[in-house]
């Protein structure tokens, strides 16, 4: 997400049986330069010898403030400290990537929130995008079934519709409408029989990356009951002091039903600053030198659970007001 | 970093940080910490004056003070321990979808 010289993570996670292991295998298999180190948390079918393959049992540890996306993942803490102790013995090349594929049912979160707090490892590594795999056959079901399949995709960057090879044209589009009723900021793509497995690579953003989620598609059926969608677009630019007290503010008080914040936002320079936010995890703020070419206005998407949509412009724009940002008109997006 | 477990990180909270002054083509000032934080300390103080609380920044602008009409105070280091504590002093939880909240604030800024 960074152009520093942090360690680049992908985190790769889909319910069971979604495809995940296949895409790695052909992600380790085109990338035969070595330096991509990957964890996982069964050994099976990815066994590429010239990468090295390092096995965790998922392992957390709830930390002080009690709320579950804030548990330390105590596995990775030392799976990552030993890959930096080898690579720093020059048993392993420089590490350029770590992979990390998840178990089916895990949450990324606490993997987002270990990287993003350990002390030491907050500074060698950073995550690049949560990649999620979805199967196109079974996508409805489980989406409607499990809430960690719904978990995994609103924590998406990413989302692979696997096997959709074995779908029909509807069900693909079907497929795509729930994930982006989920989450409008997923950047979804097609896997075909195993291909497209480089939405793994650590790569720089592209700027369709950046465009709103809005108005590309015709708006999908209604999420989940339990997950609501807003979409917030600004007349102008915003308070940014004011901004960051508000959503500090909701996220103190509301933070487990605040599933994931993501957007571009305007605040009166050249560029915008990137927003995301998986439930407490606030991304460090990036701001861009200027706006990328697939993006032409300001936009944040909320993803909530229990809130009234209405509330949420509401409250932002009398925070803007008090803050001497009268003018700011605050729409909802549709 | 995180709302909930702040208190465990020594790093200062997200929207504490600078934005890099490289990307700033204009208005430089306004990323500057004191100035940010200036007009951050001055929104919190309207919004804790709708549950009777008060704030200000400490002398050297990098901790709050926090307190109530009964003269309590309470000295915090960052935004997240700020909404906790302010929280406890309030005897409730400190909501911005409040619609109560709202109202107080809509009174106290008028649209013009």
Same mark, same amino acid.
């Given at each position: 997400?960074?152009?520093?010289?942090?360690?680049?993570?992908?985190?790769?996670?889909?319910?069971?049986?979604?495809?995940?292991?296949?895409?790695?295998? %052909?992600?380790?298999?085109?990338?035969? %330069?070595? #330096?991509?180190?990957?964890?996982?948390?069964?050994?099976?079918?990815?066994?590429?010898?010239?990468?090295?393959?390092?096995?965790?049992?998922?392992?957390?540890?709830? *930390?002080?403030? #009690?709320?579950?996306?804030?548990?330390?993942?105590?596995?990775?803490?030392?799976? *990552?400290?030993?890959?930096?102790?080898?690579?720093?013995?020059?048993?392993?090349?420089?590490?350029?990537?770590?992979?990390?594929?998840?178990?089916?049912?895990?949450?990324?979160?606490?993997?987002?929130?270990?990287?993003?707090?350990?002390?030491?490892?907050?500074?060698? $590594?950073?995550?690049?995008?949560?990649?999620?795999?979805?199967?196109?056959?079974?996508?409805?079901?489980?989406?409607?079934?499990?809430?960690?399949?719904?978990?995994?995709?609103?924590?998406?960057?990413?989302?692979?519709?696997?096997?959709?090879?074995?779908?029909?044209?509807?069900?693909?589009?079907?497929?795509?409408?729930?994930?982006?009723?989920?989450?409008?900021?997923?950047?979804?793509?097609?896997?075909?029989?195993?291909?497209?497995?480089?939405?793994?690579?650590?790569?720089?953003?592209?700027?369709?990356?950046?465009?709103?989620?809005?108005?590309?598609?015709?708006?999908?059926?209604?999420?989940?009951?339990?997950?609501?969608?807003?979409?917030?677009?600004?007349?102008?630019?915003?308070?940014?002091?004011? $901004?960051?007290?508000?959503?500090?503010?909701?996220?103190?008080?509301?933070?487990?039903?605040?599933? %994931?914040?993501?957007?571009?936002?305007?605040?009166?320079?050249?560029?915008?600053?990137?927003?995301?936010?998986?439930?407490?995890?606030?991304?460090?703020?990036?701001?861009?030198?200027?706006?990328?070419?697939?993006?032409?206005?300001?936009?944040?998407?909320?993803?909530?659970?229990?809130?009234?949509?209405?509330?949420?412009?509401?409250?932002?724009?009398?925070?803007?007001?008090?803050?001497?940002?009268?003018?700011?008109?605050?729409?909802?997006?549709? | 970093?995180?709302?909930?477990?702040?208190?465990?990180?020594?790093?200062?909270?997200?929207?504490?940080?600078?934005?890099?002054?490289?990307?700033?083509?204009?208005?430089?000032?306004?990323?500057?910490?004191?100035?940010?934080?200036?007009?951050?300390?001055?929104?919190?103080?309207?919004?804790?004056?709708?549950?009777?609380?008060?704030?200000?920044?400490?002398?050297?602008?990098?901790?709050?003070? /926090?307190?109530?009409?009964?003269?309590?105070?309470?000295?915090?280091?960052?935004?997240?321990?700020?909404?906790?504590?302010?929280?406890?002093?309030?005897?409730?939880?400190?909501?911005?979808?409040?619609?109560? /909240? /709202?109202?107080?604030?809509?009174?106290?800024?008028?649209?013009?």
């Amino acid at each position: 997400m960074t152009d520093d010289s942090r360690r680049p993570v992908t985190v790769l996670s889909g319910f069971l049986g979604s495809g995940k292991t296949t895409l790695l295998r %052909r992600y380790l298999a085109a990338h035969r %330069r070595g #330096g991509i180190a990957v964890v996982i948390n069964e050994f099976g079918a990815v066994g590429v010898d010239h990468h090295l393959v390092r096995m965790v049992e998922e392992k957390s540890v709830l *930390l002080g403030g #009690g709320c579950v996306c804030c548990s330390r993942r105590v596995d990775l803490v030392r799976t *990552l400290r030993e890959l930096l102790d080898l690579e720093g013995s020059g048993a392993l090349p420089p590490l350029e990537q770590v992979v990390i594929e998840t178990s089916g049912i895990a949450d990324p979160v606490p993997i987002l929130f270990t990287l993003a707090t350990e002390p030491m490892l907050k500074h060698q $590594f950073v995550a690049s995008s949560v990649v999620v795999t979805l199967g196109a056959l079974n996508a409805a079901g489980e989406i409607e079934r499990h809430p960690e399949v719904r978990k995994q995709i609103i924590a998406a960057d990413r989302v692979v519709v696997t096997k959709a090879d074995l779908a029909t044209r509807d069900a693909i589009a079907a497929c795509r409408m729930r994930v982006s009723a989920l989450n409008p900021m997923a950047d979804i793509t097609l896997s075909f029989l195993g291909d497209g497995c480089e939405v793994l690579a650590p790569a720089a953003r592209p700027d369709h990356a950046y465009a709103s989620p809005l108005g590309a598609d015709p708006r999908p059926a209604p999420p989940h009951p339990d997950v609501q969608s807003t979409a917030l677009g600004f007349s102008g630019p915003l308070d940014w002091p004011a $901004f960051t007290v508000w959503l500090g503010m909701l996220l103190e008080a509301r933070g487990p039903d605040v599933l %994931r914040v993501k957007g571009l936002l305007d605040i009166g320079d050249a560029g915008p600053v990137v927003m995301n936010v998986a439930q407490h995890v606030v991304h460090p703020p990036e701001h861009l030198r200027a706006w990328p070419a697939g993006a032409d206005r300001p936009y944040l998407v909320f993803i909530t659970r229990g809130i009234d949509p209405a509330l949420i412009p509401q409250s932002f724009a009398v925070f803007q007001r008090a803050a001497g940002r009268p003018d700011l008109s605050i729409t909802g997006l549709a | 970093m995180c709302v909930l477990c702040g208190q465990l990180f020594s790093e200062s909270h997200w929207s504490e940080r600078l934005l890099d002054a490289k990307a700033v083509s204009r208005g430089a000032d306004e990323t500057t910490r004191r100035q940010s934080r200036h007009a951050r300390t001055r929104l919190i103080a309207t919004v804790l004056a709708c549950y009777g609380l008060e704030v200000s920044d400490d002398l050297s602008a990098l901790n709050y003070v /926090l307190g109530d009409r009964k003269g309590r105070r309470e000295v915090v280091a960052n935004l997240a321990e700020l909404w906790r504590a302010a929280g406890r002093m309030a005897g409730r939880p400190l909501d911005p979808l409040d619609p109560a /909240l /709202l109202d107080s604030l809509r009174r106290i800024t008028p649209s013009t």
